[in-house]
């Protein structure tokens, strides 16, 4: 199999949201044990599931926005997108699968 170039748009993409998993994962680990004061892999799993991500759109590509994010400005904004932009989406469906 053919591995891409360093240059290729693709590569570079997922190497990106390699970068943004990790953050992810960070940001989800940090909440959880804020919110619920114990650790719960299975509410990280949920969290930072490809499924989870396709309600905002291709995982690959919200996994690299964040490590995007990350690089060029900081972990700080890397986890205040994760706030905004995934966060209420997250607890949205935790509501609806308490249900």
Known sequence: ?????????????QELAWIGDTVLD??????????RGTVCGETQRRMTSNQFLACRGNPTAVEAEIGRLYRDEGMEAAFAWIEAELLPLFEKQEQRRRR
């Open 26 to 35: 960070l940001y989800a680990r940090s909440w959880i044990l804020r919110e």
């Open 1 to 13: 199999m053919k591995r891409p170039r360093k240059d290729d748009p693709r590569r570079r993409e």
